[in-house]
């Protein structure tokens, strides 16, 4: 094979990858926000508010990623409103994104002393003021190692649009490799580049993990 | 021969020397007690007797194995030499019995029936045996170090190293321990302790050594060492003491 | 419009499913089994192997670590047969699970590891056991049971991932899904009967995990 393939193949994954960050990036920041508000819900000790919330995070962390998608992209298309690869992809991440981020913020939240909510409390600050103004500036301070890990998480969620149809950089992989026929190179190349976006979040998460830990 | 010789023995960690030429002869039934400040080098030194820190030069020898050296049979020393740590160590995943257990069965490949009446033995030696089935985190400090002693007399040890066993105790638990030793030393056994007993050091030891800068700074035995120490930072160690 | 769900058009598929669901119950088994005695190796060569191995086995950890898993299941399908090395379809999906939780497994046995205070060691080294012997006795029991919820949580992970197998046609459930509504058109009945199978799968194995942890993983 020549050197120009090789070329091309690069150039092109490079260009699809942009996608795979365009992906990653809405999954991120709308699950983020949703990932908030379910955690407003999800720990304001209100049970009918509650429940729902424990029952829509057990759903996007007890089922397959690949199965949301699938019943994003397949099943809203047969209730007449037609779906395009962006949107489905776009809509599952983001929903499967907020169930972890909440699990993980809660788990941040929960780690705040109980004296600092009684505390607030006596203050008579009401739930969303002791959130908003005592526990979440505290417990912002250890999510942030697992929210940047759990990024890493993301973007090879991302991976996957690529079975219904979205063109980011694994399904330019398969593209290329069909067009191609060098499997070896074009997934190793693949690879690479998802490496060279996951690796500097992994260990950034890594660093600040240990940081926490050498403060506390 | 003696059965522990310690010859000339220097070690460094990096440019700063912690032991700086220690000579010391332990025979067969003594009770040696190594005092001085912390940072004098007195658990290294003990911790070298069993090969878990290294020298650089020098020579021990531990019931006439070579302790140093590339191919040290640490295997065969270690069978014949304990140790009690400080902060006891007892394995948390294992009864009391089966902390006296692993080391016979495992190294010495003891039936678990027999290896269980040694435990029974040792346990019973130290006071517990109604504990042998208890989890180190349901026994007390004094206890816990109690099974640590027993587990490393059923290896049937020639000599006992003690690294400051009491230091990590509640005060009203360290007599229980003391006393445990106190026992083994009448029956003959060999001990090396680190201690900052003074009172036990000097009713209970055969040798006294005190170590100051990496060095035996004055030895003897411990009631003339005691009444009349001859250097002073001994005596400024012994009086700051009270 | 309106659209009328017909759970009913399933029925005929039923054994279709289920061997889908043996499928996936099967390499879950074989490659957490798998997956955790090369985290276990991996994991004592990363702490007590000599430079050049623990090195290597970081590499691997986190090559895996951060990549796809499909990305992997396709360069072992797919491109490992470039090399000569040709492989069916489950036999690749085998391997790439097996790879894949080895290296998480590798991670989170090494934390447990770590965790371990250094005075036992010492102390079973003091006892005339071998570092071999340590590690097996001492070292791996206790960080087992300081990782085995962790280790439970990516176990459920990595069998929720492997509904990617499909994709290179080993028989999955995910498989049998896909295949069931290229008959019968019925995808979101399909997608839905399924994911809830996976639910259900997740609730039951994270409930046996935890039986498995409470009879043979606790420390007194």
């Known amino acids: 094979m020549s050197d120009f393939s090789f070329w091309v193949?690069?150039?092109?994954?490079?260009?699809?990858?942009?996608?795979?960050?365009?992906?990653?990036?809405?999954?991120?920041?709308?699950?983020?926000?949703?990932?908030?508000?379910?955690?407003?819900?999800?720990?304001?000790?209100?049970?009918?508010?509650?429940?729902?919330?424990?029952?829509?995070?057990?759903?996007?962390?007890?089922?397959?990623?690949?199965?949301?998608?699938?019943?994003?992209?397949?099943?809203?298309?047969?209730?007449?409103?037609?779906?395009?690869?962006?949107?489905?992809?776009?809509?599952?991440?983001?929903?499967?994104?907020?169930?972890?981020?909440?699990?993980?913020?809660?788990?941040?939240?929960?780690?705040?002393?109980?004296?600092?909510?009684?505390?607030?409390?006596?203050?008579?600050?009401?739930?969303?003021?002791?959130?908003?103004?005592?526990?979440?500036?505290?417990?912002?301070?250890?999510?942030?190692?697992?929210?940047?890990?759990?990024?890493?998480?993301?973007?090879?969620?991302?991976?996957?649009?690529?079975?219904?149809?979205?063109?980011?950089?694994?399904?330019?992989?398969?593209?290329?490799?069909?067009?191609?026929?060098r499997p070896f190179l074009v997934y190793a190349l693949v690879a690479l580049i998802y490496f060279c976006l996951c690796f500097p979040l992994s260990w950034f998460a890594k660093r600040l993990e240990g940081k926490l830990n050498v403060a506390r | 021969m003696s059965l522990v010789s310690i010859r000339d023995v220097r070690k460094s960690?990096?440019?700063?020397?912690?032991?700086?030429?220690?000579?010391?002869?332990?025979?067969?039934?003594?009770?040696?007690?190594?005092?001085?400040?912390?940072?004098?080098?007195?658990?290294?030194?003990?911790?070298?007797?069993?090969?878990?820190?290294?020298?650089?030069?020098?020579?021990?020898?531990?019931?006439?194995?070579?302790?140093?050296?590339?191919?040290?049979?640490?295997?065969?020393?270690?069978?014949?030499?304990?140790?009690?740590?400080?902060?006891?160590?007892?394995?948390?995943?294992?009864?009391?019995?089966?902390?006296?257990?692993?080391?016979?069965?495992?190294?010495?490949?003891?039936?678990?029936?027999?290896?269980?009446?040694?435990?029974?033995?040792?346990?019973?030696?130290?006071?517990?045996?109604?504990?042998?089935?208890?989890?180190?985190?349901?026994?007390?400090?004094?206890?816990?170090?109690?099974?640590?002693?027993?587990?490393?007399?059923?290896?049937?040890?020639?000599?006992?190293?003690?690294?400051?066993?009491?230091?990590?105790?509640?005060?009203?638990?360290?007599?229980?321990?003391?006393?445990?030793?106190?026992?083994?030393?009448?029956?003959?056994?060999?001990?090396?302790?680190?201690?900052?007993?003074?009172?036990?050091?000097?009713?209970?030891?055969?040798?006294?050594?005190?170590?100051?800068?990496?060095?035996?700074?004055?030895?003897?035995?411990?009631?003339?060492?005691?009444?009349?120490?001859?250097?002073?930072?001994?005596?400024?160690?012994?009086?700051?003491?009270? | 419009m309106t659209y009328h769900l017909e759970f009913s058009a399933l029925l005929p598929y039923w054994q279709d499913l289920a061997w889908g669901l043996w499928f996936t119950i099967v390499l879950t088994a074989v490659s957490t089994v798998v997956g955790i005695a090369v985290g276990t190796l991996g994991a004592s060569a990363r702490s007590f192997g000599p430079p050049w191995l623990s090195g290597l086995v970081r590499v691997y950890v986190e090559l895996i670590r951060n990549t796809p898993f499909i990305v992997q299941l396709f360069f072992i399908f797919f491109g490992l047969p470039a090399l000569g090395l040709k492989l069916s379809e489950t036999t690749a999906a085998f391997i790439a699970m097996v790879v894949n939780l080895g290296a998480y497994s590798t991670e989170i046995i090494r934390a447990g590891i770590d965790a371990i205070p250094k005075g036992h060691i010492e102390a079973g080294v003091s006892l005339a056991m071998t570092r071999l012997e340590v590690l097996r006795y001492i070292v791996l029991r206790q960080a087992f049971a300081k990782i085995y919820p962790a280790l439970s949580s990516q176990i459920v992970i990595v069998m929720l991932g492997s509904a990617v197998v499909s994709q290179i046609s080993a028989p999955d459930l995910t498989y049998a899904a896909n295949f069931i509504q290229s008959r019968n058109f019925r995808a979101f009945e399909v997608y839905f009967v399924v994911a809830l199978i996976y639910l259900m799968l997740s609730i039951l194995l994270r409930y046996l995990l935890r039986l498995i942890g409470d009879r043979f993983v606790k420390v007194g």
């Open chain 1, 9 to 181: 193949i690069l150039k092109n994954l490079i260009w699809a990858t942009q996608w795979t960050i365009a992906l990653s990036l809405i999954a991120f920041i709308g699950g983020g926000i949703v990932g908030l508000i379910l955690l407003f819900l999800r720990t304001s000790q209100v049970k009918w508010l509650e429940v729902p919330t424990k029952l829509y995070i057990e759903f996007f962390q007890g089922t397959p990623l690949l199965m949301q998608l699938f019943l994003f992209f397949f099943g809203v298309a047969l209730f007449g409103i037609e779906v395009s690869p962006w949107t489905a992809a776009g809509l599952a991440l983001t929903l499967w994104t907020s169930a972890f981020l909440t699990e993980i913020w809660r788990g941040c939240v929960e780690a705040i002393p109980k004296g600092q909510w009684e505390a607030s409390a006596s203050v008579a600050m009401n739930y969303i003021e002791q959130m908003r103004y005592v526990i979440l500036p505290q417990a912002m301070r250890i999510a942030i190692a697992p929210t940047v890990g759990f990024s890493v998480q993301v973007i090879k969620g991302t991976a996957l649009a690529s079975i219904i149809g979205f063109v980011e950089l694994t399904k330019a992989g398969t593209m290329l490799n069909n067009a191609t026929f």
């Open chain 2, 13 to 242: 960690y990096g440019t700063v020397e912690v032991l700086k030429g220690v000579s010391l002869e332990v025979e067969k039934g003594d009770v040696v007690a190594i005092i001085g400040r912390s940072g004098s080098g007195k658990s290294t030194l003990l911790r070298c007797i069993n090969g878990l820190e290294t020298y650089q030069s020098g020579a021990i020898l531990a019931d006439g194995i070579e302790v140093g050296g590339l191919h040290a049979n640490l295997r065969e020393l270690r069978r014949h030499v304990g140790m009690v740590f400080q902060q006891f160590n007892l394995f948390p995943h294992l009864t009391a019995a089966e902390n006296v257990m692993l080391a016979p069965t495992v190294v010495n490949k003891t039936p678990k029936k027999e290896a269980r009446a040694i435990a029974a033995e040792v346990l019973a030696k130290v006071g517990l045996s109604e504990k042998m089935d208890a989890y180190p985190s349901q026994l007390s400090g004094g206890q816990q170090q109690r099974v640590a002693i027993a587990r490393s007399l059923a290896m049937r040890p020639k000599v006992l190293l003690c690294d400051e066993i009491t230091s990590a105790l509640d005060p009203e638990l360290v007599n229980e321990v003391l006393r445990v030793v106190e026992q083994l030393a009448k029956e003959g056994m060999t001990l090396i302790l680190v201690t900052h007993e003074m009172r036990f050091a000097r009713d209970v030891g055969t040798h006294l050594v005190f170590m100051h800068h990496g060095k035996v700074h004055e030895s003897g035995k411990p009631k003339e060492v005691f009444a009349a120490p001859q250097t002073p930072e001994l005596q400024q160690f012994v009086s700051g003491i009270g």
